[in-house]
Structure formats: C-alpha cells, structure tokens
C-alpha cells in the first residue's frame, strides 16, 4: 500500500460519534495549514479502520502524508485551540516507516510537554509536542519497524533457470573492481591473514585484510599476496597518523583500500575520505560501517566509491548491547542501497549472516557482496592454531574489539592509548568449529546463493536487486522451519 505522489492517505482509529472531530474538520484545518485543496477519491475498510485516499494534495516537501487521529483522550477535547497529530506512512517495499508532525492553532498557549500514542499497527513511540502560538509544523521523531534475517523470507517467483550453474555470481563491490563470488572474508586478525586472501581470491572473492599491525608489516603482507597476482584489499583507520599506512599501501600496488571503523557516519571519517582521496584521486575507498541511508549518502558524497553497512550484526560483536545503537541488518542494507541506487555505487552487506540462506537475503536487499567471519574462522586457513577440547576440534574466533585483541593491538601497532581502549569492550573471544579447509566452506556457499537466486528468477545479482520480494514473517517461522517428528542420525 503506497500512497501516490502528492496524495495524502488519511486515516482514523476513532471514527464516529466518539471522535472529537469529524474527518472533513481535520481535512479542512490540514487544507488551511498548506494552503491546498482536496477531493476524497476512495473509501475502503482496511484492519477495522476506515481508510481515504485524497486526491489534489500539494505539499511542497511534504507529498505524501498520512493522518492518523489517536485522539480520544481528554488532552485532545474539541475546543477552540484544536491540536492535530499528523503521522506519515511510507511503505518501502513491503515495510513501512512512521514520522510525526504536530499542527496546532494560532491561539493554543505555548507550552510543551510529552504523550504517547499507540496505533493498531503496533508502533508504539513517544513524540514531543511542541506547541507555540501560530500554526506551524514539528518534526517529532523517527520511528520505524526494523528487520533482520530471521524476521524475512524470500518469495518464490517463476524462473525459466533451467540451471542453478547458469546463474552468474559475478558483481561490483567497486565502480571499477568486480569479483566472481560475492564473499568478502572480515578484516579480523583471527579470520584473516596471507593464506585466506590466497584462498579467497583463488575461489572467485576476494579478502579485507587486517590494520592491526604496523603500516611496514601490513605493507610487506599486502605486497606478499599481490606479487603472487591475488587481488586483495587492506584495511585503514582514520586518524591523521593512517595516512603514512595508506602511502606505503599505494607503493606496493594497492588499488582499493577499506576504511575499518565502528562507527563511519562521523567527520572525522568523511574529512579522512576526502583527504586521501585529494592525494589519490584514483585509489577507490570502500568505507564503513554505517547502518542508514544518512550514512551511505554522505560517505558517497565525500568520495567513497562503495559503502560497508552493517553496525553490531556480528555474531561476536556485543556493540548494540553495549552502546545500545544499531538498525537490524536487512533494514539497514534496504536503506543504504537506496543511498548506493542514487549515487550510482555498490553497498557491500558486513556482518550478521548465520548461514546461506541470510547472505542471500543480504543479496536481496542491496549488497552486492557480503562480508562474513565466524564461517571461514573455523577453516585451514584462518589465522590461529587448531586446539582439542573434549575430541572435538576448535579454532579461535576473537572480535577486533575484545579485550585480548586490543592487547595485541598495543603491542603489535605501539599504539600510545589510554586504559579507556583496553576497557571499552564491544566483542568476545570465542571458539568456532573446526571445519577444513576454506574451499569446502564456499563451495557449500555457491550452491546455495546460485539456488536463492534461482528461486527468485533472477540470473544474476543486479537482476536479483529487482526481482526479489521479501515477506514478513512471524516467529511461527523458527518452528516450521525446524526437523521435527524425526529422529536425527
């Protein structure tokens, strides 16, 4: 349900003789505040609501607005300063987002104080109304419904792919550099190292190499793989001291880098960006992570050629339970291809896959290749020795950000930090079954990305970006999903 440019959906929960106030008052005092005017085109019922389509609305910045009245409580009686809650829907795909708005009369008292509203679609938030002593509109708050892999399925569609082998996994992570296979192994010092980026680039993708070492050790391991005629792509932070790695980084053949920081929608990354980017024009920057639309918008505005997204989805990272920050990992690549579609540049999908099945999903809703860790830590060529525990074989898989980690970052780097870097924690140090060697673990991963694409038609992962459709689940899935009535061997 997509309400049409310069339409306004209106829409009331207290429809009747309980109603402070009838539709066509809200209508005409919306009319009055955007000097517009407007003719009903439609009704229908729509979940137990009645539902209007306006025709002839022209809001300027504003097209497309919706009205919903939650006002039976005693705050908002009909009198002669009347307050409206305005709240727009806009439905991306299948998912929508809420913003609201206040329009209060001329004569209304200033003063201000908070209320909460619950709609029936169970968006529950809290606005601030702000009221003065002439008609005026509020930004209030954003608030939206954010999906991550388990809250979405993919929709079978027709196919005439005969074949999943003819279902091609090339794709661009950068306007000028492709790879065969849409896999990026993690810049972590446990996932990867000179071995993995052999093995990664071998099978068609292609590695972040780790920071933590000093630029000459990172340089010389960077020029290792490259003299052998691997691509790779080393990993830099953006403290003013990084320009120095990205020099020697540039003297060894480097042609893409990837700025690696937790949080990349800041200026001080966005003034790094451009900085290198004036030194080396031709030296393509994919940059990270970031989690929104906002984010992806202004590191493409300030020279990156592609954007990581993906804050705290990692299977070892704690940094939304120790921050509290994030945006679910399918809605914030959603909302970041959009920023990629304008701009014209690719949205690479960073963390948060558990299995095939989530990478295809990450494919679906923008990435053009998916960066992923605990699946390849466990492999032969992963960094870290293979321990026994119990018979059974493990291999470490530590966060860049826990504390046993930045320990070896002090030391491996002679970073001068205070004790704030070692105690601010936002990882875990873990085991990850033993699993062989690297190629096994993305032979798996081929099959079923090239199937996922399959059953959505699509031959290709551009193709894939139009055709797929998501579904919204409820937590019935887990169960259905599940083996069950069966005994296991």
């Known amino acids: ?42 009704r229908k019922n729509f979940a137990s609501e009645s539902f ?7 809001f300027g910045k504003y097209p497309n607005l919706a009205i919903f009245t939650d006002i039976s409580s ?10 409206l809650l305005i709240v727009g ?10 913003f609201a708005s206040i329009f209060t009369s001329s004569n209304r008292p200033s003063n201000s104080s908070f209320f909460k509203i619950s709609s029936k679609f169970h968006f529950k938030f809290i606005c601030l109304l702000y009221l003065k002593n002439s008609a005026k509109i509020y930004y209030v708050l954003l608030n939206k419904l954010g999906l991550t892999f388990n809250d979405v399925l993919l929709v079978p569609q027709y196919s005439n792919i005969n074949s999943r082998s003819k279902v091609s996994l090339k794709t661009s992570i950068t306007p000028k550099f492709s790879i065969n296979f849409p896999i990026i192994s993690i810049n972590m010092d446990s996932v990867t190292g000179v071995d993995m980026a052999i093995a990664m680039a071998k099978y068609g993708g292609i590695s972040f190499y780790p920071r933590f070492a000093t630029p000459e050790i990172q340089s010389q391991e960077i020029k290792q793989i490259l003299d052998l005629g691997f691509p790779v792509i080393p990993a830099v932070g953006i403290k003013e001291t990084e320009l120095h790695r990205v020099d020697l ?16 929608h800041q200026q001080t990354c966005l003034n790094f960006i451009k900085t290198v980017k004036s030194k080396y024009p031709n030296l393509e920057i994919i940059a990270g992570v970031v989690a929104t639309y906002e984010g992806a918008r202004d590191l493409f505005k300030a020279g990156a050629d592609s954007v990581r997204v993906g804050v705290g989805p990692g299977t070892i990272c704690t940094t939304r339970v120790v921050t509290g920050s994030g945006v679910p990992q399918i809605t914030a690549v959603m909302d970041a291809f ?6 014209n540049r690719p949205i690479i999908a960073d963390g948060g896959t ?5 990478i295809v999903k990450a494919l679906a809703a923008g990435g053009n290749a998916v960066v992923i860790g605990s699946q390849l830590a466990g492999t032969d060529e992963s960094p870290g020795k293979v321990i026994e525990i119990n018979n059974k074989k493990y291999k470490p898989y530590n966060a860049s950000t826990s504390k046993t980690e930045k320990i070896k970052h002090l030391k491996n780097c002679h970073l001068d930090k205070n004790k704030d870097y070692i105690n601010h924690i936002e990882g875990i140090e873990s085991y990850v079954n033993y699993n062989g060697p690297v190629s096994h673990i993305l032979a798996q991963m081929e099959a079923g990305i090239r199937s996922g694409l399959s ?16 579904i919204h689940v409820t937590s019935s899935l887990s169960t259905e999903n599940q083996n069950r009535g069966v005994i296991l061997l």
């Open 52 to 58: 209007w389509l306006i025709d002839s609305i022209k």
């Open 89 to 98: 829907f806009n439905f991306p795909i299948h998912f929508s987002s809420i």
């Open 455 to 470: 059953y959505s038609g699509a031959q290709n992962i551009s193709k894939f970006h139009q055709k797929a459709q998501f």
């Open 74 to 83: 005693s705050k908002f009686k009909k009198s002669s300063n009347n307050s």
């Open 354 to 358: 558990k299995n095939t099945g989530d």
């Open 1 to 42: 349900m997509t309400t049409p440019n310069n339409r306004l959906a209106f829409l009331s929960s207290n429809i009747g003789p309980r109603s402070p106030f009838s539709h066509i008052e809200i209508l005409t005092a919306v009319s009055d505040i955007f000097n517009c005017n407007f003719s009903v085109l439609s």
């Open 249 to 264: 980084l540039v003297s060894v053949g480097v042609k893409i880098i990837t700025i690696d920081v937790a949080h990349a």
């Open 338 to 343: 959009k920023a990629g579609q304008e701009f």
